[in-house]
């Protein structure tokens, strides 16, 4: 099990409560949602094998497709609808692979989704920009699952092609520096900003 199948389900179970909690109380919002997660868990059921699961490539490329939609567009919310059934019936099919009881693989979507719902419509729940800032973490997160793992394989590769010239250790080291001032330049540029 690599780590980007792991980030996959984390993406599956994050988007779908992030995106459900963006549907309105509408029936129409609440009739996609539920198809989409009906359709989903049957398809899986019916056409997948249990232990291949979906592309994570394609699926985060789909997220963030439809988290960018739900950013540009905050009205339109029949795509962040579909999107949170499908990723919360993607998720179910996930838990299963992973040895979870079907009974329980489903329960922990649906309640998660319903529970997602019934909160947001509280207006104190999550103000527009906390929403706005979730479906961005759900995005960057997605770029991460769709393209991970290329560029890792594409950086193993490069190693390798390196390994006589370089030694990999002052990669190792130089991508830890890079990291490092990353992190602290966006934790000097957020406290700038509160002053």
Known sequence: MTIFLQAFGLLCGLACVVFATAVSSRRLDLVVMTLGFVATVVRSALWTDPQ???????????????????LLRPGLRLPLAAGAGVLGGLWTVFLQTQGLPWVLALLVPVASLGIAVFASRRPDFATPSIRDEALLLVCCLGLLVALGPELLAGWRSAAVLNAASVPSQAMEGWVLVVGAASVVAGGLTILARER
């Open 52 to 70: 291949d699961p979906p592309d994570p490539a394609w699926v985060g490329l789909v997220v963030v497709a439809v988290a960018t939609l739900g």
